[in-house]
């Protein structure tokens, strides 16, 4: 059974740093592209970062870009995501994602992936 696991949520003041975890199991192939989505209270879901399935490769929605960074251990069947310079605006739920497409490349749409986590809980207090 395919399981994604986030970790690493929290409470943070803005500014601060929070690294959330998301470790795979049950077969999920090291070969897939993973990514990473938030949903905001009263929001839609929203991509947030991706990441190639050799971490090669990553893409950033621009509201993160630059304060964000998508990383993956394939050894460790883990994708991270360091959040710096956090802002009220970033708290949401954190949710991974994979896509079924060995060797592929990122993806920034929802449906584009095939399996999720539950979801972290991430708030940046003002």
Request: glycine share 14%; hydrophobic share 30%.
């Amino acid at each position: 059974q395919v399981q994604l696991v986030e970790s690493g949520g929290g409470l943070v003041q803005a500014g601060g740093s929070l690294r959330v975890s998301c470790v795979t199991s049950g077969g999920l192939s090291r070969r897939y592209p993973m990514g990473w989505f938030r949903r905001a209270p009263g929001k839609e879901r929203e991509f947030v970062a991706a990441i190639n399935w050799s971490g090669g490769s990553t893409d950033y929605a621009d509201s993160v870009k630059g304060r964000f960074s998508i990383s993956r251990d394939n050894a460790k069947n883990t994708v991270y995501l360091q959040m710096n310079s956090l802002e009220s605006e970033d708290t949401a739920v954190y949710y991974c994602a994979a896509a079924r497409r060995p060797y592929g490349g990122t993806a920034v749409g929802g449906a584009d992936y095939d399996y999720w986590g539950q979801g972290t809980q991430v708030t940046v207090s003002s």
